[in-house]
C-alpha cells in the first residue's frame, strides 16, 4: 500500500468514529493518566526530600533518579511481568494482563522521570523561599505547599514529561498487558500490531492521534504558564 493511500484511508478511519479504534485511544488515556497520577504524588513529595534535606548518600540517590530516565521500559515490563506471574510474588493478585497491571507498571515508568524533573525544579529554586515561609511562621505542610506553589510550572512540566514517557511507551505495556484486543490494546502496541500486520492505515490513525495527545498536552502547559508561554 502507497503511503499516500494509506494516509488518506487513516483520516478516514479516523472520521468515520470507528469504535475499536477510540477504545484503543480510551484505553491508551486511562492507563496513561492513572498511572501517571498513581506515580505523581509520590515522586513530588521524595523531590521535596532529597532537596530540602541533607543525609548520607544524597548525591548517589541523586544520580540514580537521573539514571533512572534512561532506563528500558520493556526491562520495567520483563520485572513486573515476573512478579505479576502465576508463579511471582505478585500473582495472587492477578494483575498480569490486565489494565490494573498496566497502570502499576505505567506508574513505575512514570515515577522516575516526575521525580527527577520535579527534582530539579526543586534544585534550581531560590532557598530562601523556604527560610522565609519559616520565618513567617509557616509549619512544615504549608512551607511544603508554598514551595510547591511557586514553582508550579516547573512541576507541570515535570508531569508533562511523566505523561509524554508513558503515553508513547511499548515494552511494559506490550509484555504486562498482552496487547489484547478489547481489553489491554494501547496505540503504541496497536501500531506495533497493525504495522507487522501490514495493516499501515490504523497504525498511521493511531500515530496521528498520539501525536495529538503530545501537542495537546504540550500546549495546554504553555497556556497554565501565562507569561512563560504565549504571552511572552
Do not use: C
Amino acid at each position: 500500500m502507497e503511503i499516500g493511500t494509506a494516509t488518506l484511508d487513516a483520516f478516514r478511519l479516523l472520521g468515520s468514529g470507528d469504535g475499536a479504534l477510540w477504545f484503543i485511544v480510551w484505553t491508551s488515556l486511562m492507563v496513561a493518566v492513572l498511572g501517571l497520577a498513581l506515580a505523581t504524588v509520590p515522586a513530588i513529595g521524595a523531590a521535596y526530600l532529597i532537596a530540602t534535606h541533607a543525609f548520607p548518600g544524597r548525591r548517589v540517590v541523586v544520580v540514580l533518579a537521573q539514571a533512572f530516565l534512561s532506563f528500558p521500559t520493556v526491562l520495567v515490563g520483563l520485572v513486573l511481568y515476573l512478579l505479576f506471574t502465576r508463579q511471582g510474588p505478585l500473582g495472587s493478585f492477578s494483575l498480569l494482563f490486565t489494565p490494573s497491571g498496566m497502570v502499576f507498571g505505567q506508574a513505575v515508568i512514570g515515577f522516575p522521570v516526575v521525580l527527577a524533573f520535579s527534582l530539579a525544579a526543586m534544585q534550581a529554586a531560590d532557598p530562601r523561599l523556604r527560610e522565609t515561609a519559616w520565618v513567617l511562621g509557616a509549619g512544615r505542610w504549608r512551607t511544603f505547599f508554598t514551595v510547591l506553589r511557586e514553582l508550579r510550572f516547573g512541576l507541570m512540566a515535570a508531569v508533562v514529561a511523566g505523561f509524554g514517557r508513558v503515553i508513547a511507551e511499548v515494552g511494559s505495556a506490550l509484555m504486562i498487558g498482552g496487547n489484547i484486543e478489547g481489553s489491554t490494546r494501547t496505540i503504541t502496541t496497536a501500531i506495533a500490531l497493525e504495522t507487522s500486520k501490514g495493516e499501515f492505515a490504523q497504525g498511521i490513525a493511531l500515530g496521528i492521534v498520539l501525536v495529538a495527545l503530545a501537542l495537546a498536552v504540550n500546549v495546554m502547559l504553555a497556556w497554565l504558564q501565562g507569561a512563560g508561554g504565549f504571552r511572552r
